[in-house]
Nanobody
Framework: QVQLVESGGGLVQPGGSLRLSCAASGITFSMYKMAWYRQAPGKQRDLVADITSGAGTNYADSVKGRFTISRDNAKNTVALQMNSLKPEDTAVYYC?????????????WGQGTQVTVSS
C-alpha cells in the first residue's frame, strides 16, 4: 500500500519559515520524481517545486529564492524548506510522487497539509 504522509504545516507570520516533510512508503522511492504542489481556496493545484532522483530541482517562479526542495533516498523522504513566507503562500500543500522508468504512469498524492501565512 502506497502512502505519502505530509507533516510540518501550520500557522506562521509573514516573513517566517516552515519546513514540510513527506514520508513515502510502499514505493521504490529512488524511481520516483518527487514534488510539492499547493492549492489555495478557489484556485487550481499548482506545482511548487520538484526534484528528480538525482536531485535535479525545478521551482515555480513565485517561490524561487525562498523555497528549497530536498530528498533523502535512504530515508524515503522529501522536504520543502519555506523561508520568507508571504500571505499568498497560504494553501494546502500536497506531496506528489511520479514514477519513472518501469514505474512510469504510477503517480500518487499525499493527503495535504495546511500552511497559513497571516499576522
Amino acid at each position: 500500500q502506497v502512502q505519502l504522509v505530509e507533516s510540518g504545516g501550520g500557522l506562521v507570520q509573514p516573513g517566517g519559515s516552515l519546513r514540510l516533510s513527506c514520508a513515502a512508503s510502499g514505493i521504490t522511492f529512488s524511481m520516483y520524481k518527487m514534488a510539492w504542489y499547493r492549492q489555495a481556496p478557489g484556485k487550481q493545484r499548482d506545482l511548487v517545486a520538484d526534484i528528480t532522483s538525482g536531485a535535479g530541482t525545478n521551482y515555480a517562479d513565485s517561490v524561487k529564492g525562498r523555497f528549497t526542495i530536498s530528498r533523502d533516498n535512504a530515508k524515503n523522504t522529501v522536504a520543502l524548506q519555506m523561508n520568507s513566507l508571504k500571505p499568498e503562500d497560504t494553501a494546502v500543500y500536497y506531496c506528489y510522487a511520479a514514477g519513472t522508468g518501469w514505474y512510469k504512469n504510477r503517480n500518487y498524492w499525499g493527503q495535504g497539509t495546511q500552511v497559513t501565512v497571516s499576522s
